[in-house]
């Protein structure tokens, strides 16, 4: 028999709803996953109390014979960059350890409107800056998954939402929160076999979203396959006045208009992305991509995104930029950490603040964007910056007029070990090539599971699409789904 | 453009952020690495193009000009380090 956990957001809601299991049933059976899982340190705080209110509230609509909300008896991991109300809202860092948020995130407050529990929060790069999770002030995130052949070397879950990545391949939750600023959610869904969409920049209210790069931050869904996503983001989206570039559009249907039938669509594959160096098995299976959207009804072109190369450099004037001004508000007075030795004056205090607050990642990050935005050096970066990120979102207007959509790999390899990386920062920048440029022109874009490579890991492949058609995003990435029947799960180790 | 401890140190002032000078002699060669990496945007024409606003077309909204959530003092008093008679506190800034 399927064990509970082993069940995705859609057939959790529909067991439920058909009484073939009770929510409480289902929240138990996750809350106890969750609490022997340590080992991956995927959450930062385990909440079962609020996934057992949730559980109860549809268990009793149920037994009132009452219609059930849109994801009665689904509970779900949040990531720690969400404000939760009175539940601990770190960001992963030292800077908010201890901050109990007065109020809900929007995007949070919608899951929690649609019925769904919280089973706790997850952890992620601190302030959701890296690719790795390794920045987290609470340790790092562990992937589930090893290579095989006896090798147990801690790998990295991708990151930003490395704790949502984790706890869904590992089936501690069905589907999570993550956040995307230049990859955040879809290669971390690529390292661990999961799926994760990030939505148009201005779907997802930014509403009590620790800000990281505002022009940037979207808020997503993460679950283990394509459908889970659509119904998530439905229940994710949506105008808030709250936030000012929220987009003001009615929530589409995207779980009813699922179709991996791709007749009538062309899909674009940027020759750019044939990058030099990139993996002979991260090429191969980009072209098992293309053979399986062509089986699935597509034609397929070839396009030219010709500021591709720029689309990095650009990102890392940008994102650190906006950071160093987001991050600004950590102070030392209003909320959060406060260092202040005997006789220190009102500066000193911020500078010792900052410097015991912040990790390593986000300093550095603050450091650049300071540099960048600083007297005399604003316009040869930031507006350069911004001038060719234009000419980025050009690229993709212009390539968008001889396709529906476009087909690359999600990161130019498989999950690296923990400590690869990190020790030199541009290596660790350089796995979000492929991530990146659409985050730049706020496209739509998931990561949908699509093989193994040679040591048995995870590989995923990109679908971004026009602004505003997660529909045929989705589409693709049902389709490619439907055809590389990836089942591959880690074994259990934790 | 070459970044050395001075400006490292300049820069993590303006930033608000206490390094030591260990911490400066870490940092400038790291920065050195990035911002040599970055610096290649200068090859691209960029004369003829506007610097992005905004990403996805959407004109900024007006609203009355009217207190939508007030009277939260406490509320927002909750999460300070030290607050006191319904005020923020700070070290002292006036002789």
């Known amino acids: 028999m399927t064990e509970i956990t082993d069940l995705g957001v859609a057939a959790l809601r529909d067991g439920v709803r058909a009484g073939t299991f009770s929510a409480r049933e289902v929240a138990d059976a996750f809350i106890v996953k969750v609490s022997k899982a340590k080992a991956l340190n995927a959450f930062i705080v385990e909440t079962p109390e609020h996934a057992l209110a949730a559980a109860a509230a549809a268990d009793e609509a149920l037994a009132r014979g009452e219609a059930l909300k849109p994801l009665a008896g689904v509970p779900i991991g949040m990531k720690d960059l969400f404000a939760t109300k009175g539940v601990q809202t770190t960001a992963a860092s030292h800077m908010l350890e201890g901050f109990k948020p007065v109020y809900e995130s929007t995007v949070s407050q919608k899951l929690w409107d649609a019925g769904a529990g919280m089973l706790g929060k997850l952890n992620l790069d601190q302030f959701a800056m890296g690719s790795s999770n390794e920045t987290s002030y609470f340790g790092n995130v562990i992937s589930p998954w090893r290579r095989g052949g006896g090798d147990n070397a801690p790998l990295a879950p991708g990151g930003s939402s490395g704790g949502s990545s984790a706890a869904i391949s590992a089936r501690l939750v069905p589907g999570a929160t993550g956040t995307d600023t230049g990859g955040s959610i879809r290669q971390p869904a690529a390292f661990t076999g999961i799926s994760g969409i990030k939505p148009t920049y201005g779907r997802c209210s930014r509403w009590g979203v620790v800000a990281f790069a505002s022009s940037l931050d979207q808020a997503g869904p993460m679950a283990r396959d394509v459908k889970d996503c659509a119904i998530l983001l439905e229940n994710m989206v949506g105008f808030d006045p709250k936030d000012s570039t929220s987009l003001n559009l009615p929530v589409p249907k995207w779980e009813e208009l699922l179709s991996g039938d791709l007749k009538g669509k062309k899909i674009g594959i940027p020759k750019e992305y044939r990058l030099d160096g990139t993996p002979e098995e991260i090429l191969k299976l980009w072209d098992q991509g293309i053979a399986w959207v062509k089986d699935a009804g597509a034609e397929v072109v070839e396009v030219s995104l010709p500021h591709t190369k720029y689309a990095l450099p650009t990102y890392y004037i940008i994102a650190p930029a906006e950071a160093s001004s987001n991050l600004a508000r950590y102070d030392g007075v209003r909320y959060g950490l406060r260092e202040l030795a005997d006789g220190q004056n009102l500066q000193e205090m911020y500078a010792a603040t900052r410097a015991a607050g912040f990790g390593p990642e986000v300093q550095r990050r603050i450091l650049i964007g300071t540099y960048v935005l600083s007297a005399g050096f604003y316009d040869a970066y930031f507006t350069q910056a911004s001038k060719v990120r234009t000419l980025i979102a050009q690229d993709f207007e212009n390539a968008f007029t001889l396709c529906d959509l476009l087909l690359t790999p999600t990161a130019p390899s498989a999950a690296f070990a923990l400590g690869e990386k990190s020790a030199d920062p541009l290596a660790m920048y350089l796995n979000d090539v492929f991530t990146v440029p659409a985050s730049l022109a706020g496209l739509p874009a998931m990561s949908v599971p699509a093989g193994l490579d040679s040591a048995g890991l995870p590989l995923g492949l990109q679908i971004i699409g026009k602004p505003l058609d997660e529909q045929g995003v989705l589409g693709a990435g049902l389709a490619i789904e439907q055809r590389a029947g990836f089942t591959a799960r880690p074994e259990q180790w934790w | ?95």
């Open chain 2, 1 to 95: 453009m070459s970044v050395d401890t001075a400006t490292v140190k300049k820069v993590a002032s303006l930033a608000r952020i206490a390094i030591s000078d260990a911490d400066a002699e870490r940092l400038a060669p790291e920065l050195n690495n990035i911002l040599g990496w970055i610096e290649q945007l200068g090859e691209v024409d960029t004369s003829s193009v506007e610097p992005m606003t905004a990403v996805i077309p959407n004109k900024l909204r007006l609203r009355e000009d009217v207190v939508t959530e007030g009277n939260q003092r406490d509320a927002v008093l909750q999460n300070a380090p030290q607050g006191e008679h319904g005020f923020f506190t700070v070290p002292k800034v006036v002789e």
